[in-house]
């Protein structure tokens, strides 16, 4: 359980409902120290980081065992996400994940291979029976790695409450012991002034405040904070742990007004399907920002998240009849840092003004709408609004701009508004839809065009955003590119594996196949250095012949590149 936290705050902490063994649990690289880069659920743009990330020393290679007894109940490899990774469920009703690795055992190796190439696929996710693969605790399953998404070498590790697949807090719940002795550091306190509008709840950021340290884990103000009208306070904070530098996230926050908790936010599990939740626990557009964590205290009307504990109030002050604020910070070692100030109505100052933009309509969360401006429309999904919203379509002046648009170019909102779940838009075309049209999000600093796809419906292309922008069509007429990248002693006789590069130059690599003899043939994707790599597998396709390799690339336009080469192997 956590270590050293003040009584009157454990009064509202909920425990873990999972149901988690007592007996320990063993160190998944235990040739390694357990010194952190990342911990559980740090506030990222658009999820929660869902485990936490072991340092490596930048190594790749390390022993990776199951830190129980367990069986494989998925396994896959993936370019993007978690890249190699395998799943161990254990008998006490918790799944081990571990990600990232560079490659499995032998014999995980050898199933994973000989699914691909009976189901002719270079990405696999897995679910081996039950009794193929069981391991005891300590035994080896893998070794560290850098694959997928990964920003440098690293093990992804996380507990799974194997029922739920709810992923578990496994520091805050005292499965693992992580040393720390430093609590967060409160950076910024911002004030945001709040309203509605025909109904609609409006907000706008008006103020921001930086505390002073008042003792070692105290923060205060110098005068009591003058507010001139209602509104709710957004907490700008960051951690550490001892022995790295790396920044962590917080674990739990709990806002007093008066005496009385008004919010509380506590990080012990959530599923995967509410990771989204975190752009409205946060300040979106302010999150995208910072490397610190910025988090509203004030619920959102249709912000259900699991690790909300007190929603009453939903964190609006109104400084006419309040006078006392305490905002307490625990990290998930129970390190607590807690900032107390007077507020006091600012009569003085004039209230800020909201005004709704003529381009704006009214859309009601958690009822689907469309509507549309010109050429432009878009389609709220039933769940795409985390509150009730103003939601604007405006069609740009693109007089004077050097763009390479076919369209108009509209706006949706703006690149700060997140949806929960993504928006329909669709732009139709004057004319009839060329070969290699796509949507393409516009950067107004630099207008430049990035593909974001769409398909064809019509004489219009559709696709689907999880952020608002700037959006038109774009055309992309020209194939994706492909590069050998053979060593100067590469011998395709002798050599072991060949490389090859690819690059696109608009709508990205879409899909990719590679076939020897005219057979399905093995390919892994280096995402982060736009390669592929093959093996060669002489088992399969035989030596003291020639063997004619064919490598097809696709962009997201429809383009093809197709690289053939003759060999003797």
């Known amino acids: 359980m956590i270590r050293h936290i003040l009584s009157v705050v454990t009064l509202f902490l909920c425990s873990v409902t999972s149901v988690i063994s007592q007996s320990e649990f063993l160190s998944p690289m235990p040739d390694y120290p357990m010194i952190l880069s990342s911990n559980f659920a740090e506030a990222r743009p658009n999820h929660f980081h869902s485990g936490i990330d072991i340092k490596t020393g930048g190594e790749e290679g390390h022993r990776i065992v199951a830190v129980k007894d367990g069986y494989v109940s998925r396994i896959a490899v993936k370019p993007y996400g978690y890249g190699r990774v395998v799943y161990l469920t254990h008998n006490d009703g918790t799944t081990s994940v571990y990600a990232h690795i560079s490659r499995f055992i032998p ?48 093990l992804h590790f996380e507990i799974r409450d194997s029922r739920t697949q709810n992923t578990i807090n496994i520091l805050s719940t005292g499965i693992y012991d992580v040393e720390d002795n430093i609590p967060p550091t409160i950076v910024a306190l911002h004030f945001f002034a709040v309203d509605t509008i025909d109904g609609v709840p409006v907000e706008k950021k008006i103020k921001t405040l930086v505390p002073v340290k008042a003792g070692p884990n105290d923060y205060c103000f110098s ?87 007190i929603k009453s109030r939903d964190g609006v002050i109104d400084p006419s009849q309040s006078d006392s604020v305490r905002i307490e910070v625990l990290d998930d070692a129970g390190n607590m840092s807690s900032l107390a100030f007077a507020v006091k109505a600012d009569s003085l100052s004039e209230k800020p003004q909201f005004m709704i933009s003529e381009f704006a309509s009214k859309v009601i969360s958690g009822m689907p709408k469309t509507f549309s401006k010109d050429q432009f429309s878009v389609t709220i999904a039933e769940k795409s609004l985390f509150a009730t919203s103003y939601v604007e379509i405006e069609k740009i002046d693109t007089t004077g701009l050097k763009t390479k648009a076919l369209s108009e170019i509209f706006r949706l909102d ?23 049209m796509v949507m393409a999000r516009y950067n107004p600093s630099t207008h430049g065009l990035s593909s974001i796809g769409g398909r064809v419906s019509g004489n219009s292309i559709t696709a689907t955003t999880s952020a608002g922008g700037y959006f038109c069509l774009a055309c992309d007429t020209i194939a994706p590119k492909i590069t050998p990248a053979l060593p100067k002693n590469f011998s395709w006789t002798s050599s072991k594996s060949v490389k090859f590069k690819m690059a696109d130059n608009f709508s990205g690599v879409s899909s990719y196949s590679l076939s020897i003899d005219g057979k ?25 012949k020639n063997h004619k390799l064919v490598l097809t690339i696709v962009d997201g336009a429809g383009n093809r590149a197709v690289y053939t080469k003759t060999y003797t192997r």
């Open 107 to 154: 014999k995980l190796e050898s199933y994973i291979r000989t699914m691909r190439y009976e189901t002719q696929t270079n990405d696999v996710e897995l679910y081996p029976d039950k009794d193929m693969f069981q391991f005891k605790a300590g035994e080896q399953i893998a070794f560290s790695g850098n694959s997928g998404s990964s920003g440098g070498p690293h």
């Open 414 to 436: 703006s690149e700060s508004v997140p949806y929960f779940s993504p928006v329909t838009i669709s732009i139709r075309s004057g004319s009839a839809i060329e070969k290699g």
């Open 223 to 309: 005068s009591p904070v003058k507010l001139p009208c209602k509104g709710f306070f957004v907490l700008e904070t960051t951690d550490r742990k001892d022995g790295t530098q790396n920044t962590m996230g917080v674990y739990n926050i709990i806002e007093w007004v008066d005496g009385t908790p008004v919010y509380q936010m506590s990080l012990d599990e959530f599923s995967f399907a509410e990771t989204r939740s975190v752009n409205s626990l946060t300040i979106y557009g302010m999150q995208k920002k910072s490397r610190n964590e910025i988090f509203r205290l004030s619920r959102q009307q249709n912000c259900n998240f699991s690790g909300l504990r």
């Open 520 to 544: 399905f043939a093995i390919l892994e994707h280096i995402m982060k250095q736009s390669t592929l790599v093959h093996f060669f597998d002489d088992k399969v396709f035989g030596t003291g």
